[in-house]
């Protein structure tokens, strides 16, 4: 797909008024990156979930900034023209408005992100509103927000009781008020994503495991593959069993260099007999 045109927000904005559903995943390498650009993916989420799909972590709050960067600048020299989002890690953004700019500038100057991503409702407006007025394009998260797990007493769906419902509504507002252009909804339920996407006036409304009324779609491409051999959450839809295929040839692989049915003569190089012969006299 050379000729591809770059998708920036006025692509993604031109899409939702047509009523055209916007593609979002999560992606953390350059080859992964190069077959979602091929594939015509909308959006590319660099998330902090790469502690654990990537760095074997048990939750996102070890990733640093600086292994933000390095697995976002890979994906963008795959992904030249998907629209980039790198997603801010725990504690890069929550101490101050300051934190929260300077940390958004460098995914901006250092990995050519095209917006970054925060999580938290209206006591992370004020951060929003900064990155905005700095000239970056902000994406909020709410509902299930991993950076806060803990406190939200697990994995689990929020939004269900209707005081919770309606506190998510009013974050979504809030956040759009402070000028973020797009938001996640993560697990949250069907119809309450219905009612935040049809209140949005100037805001993108990004589904996750949240129901199909939203402007768009997230998966966590890790989850779609089989690729997380943890678990594999209820609102993932498995697309091809890659990791059994990976797990298929290793185990092949390991057990034709044991028998010695690997490597054949296909498999490696040789030199031409007088060049050996001549090898030979010269060691003689």
């Given amino acids: 797909m050379s000729d591809r045109k770059k998708v920036t927000l006025r692509t993604l904005f031109s899409k939702a008024s047509k009523n055209e559903p916007i593609s979002w995943l999560t992606c ?14 909308d959006m590319i989420l660099v998330g902090d979930s ?11 709050l070890p990733v640093t900034m600086e292994d933000m960067i390095r697995h976002t600048q890979a994906v963008r020299r795959g992904s030249p023209n998907v629209f980039l989002v790198g997603d801010m890690p725990y504690m890069s953004y929550q101490p101050s408005n300051e934190d929260a700019v300077r940390n958004a500038g460098r995914f901006m100057a250092e990995a050519n992100c095209d917006a ?4 938290g409702g209206k006591a992370m407006a004020p951060r ?3 990155i905005v007025d700095a000239g970056i394009p902000a994406i909020g998260h709410l509902g299930l927000t991993p950076q806060s797990v803990a406190a939200l007493g697990g994995f689990r769906v929020q939004g269900r009781g209707a005081a919770q ?10 956040l759009e008020e402070a000028g973020a252009s797009l938001i996640l909804l993560e697990m949250v339920p069907d119809r309450v994503t219905a009612m935040i996407t049809e209140a949005a006036d100037n805001c993108l409304i990004m589904s996750l495991g949240s129901g199909p009324d939203a402007h768009g779609q997230l998966l966590i491409y890790h989850d779609m593959f089989g690729l997380y051999p943890k678990f594999k959450p209820k609102m993932a839809k498995v697309y091809g069993n890659a990791g059994e295929v990976i797990l298929n040839g290793l185990t092949a692989y390991a057990n034709e260099v044991s028998d010695k049915t690997f490597p054949q003569p296909e498999n490696w190089f040789t030199i031409k007999d007088d060049e050996f012969d001549d090898l030979k006299k010269l060691l003689n």
Avoid: R, S, V
Avoid at 50 to 60: C, I, P, Q, R, S
């Fill in 28 to 41: 953390y390498d350059y080859p992964t990156a190069h077959f979602q650009e091929e594939a015509g993916i």
């Fill in 50 to 60: 790469l502690g654990m799909t990537m760095l074997g972590y048990d939750g996102t």
């Fill in 116 to 119: 970054i991503k925060l999580e």
């Fill in 128 to 130: 929003i509103k900064a």
């Fill in 165 to 174: 419902a309606k506190q998510i509504m009013d974050d979504a507002k809030a």
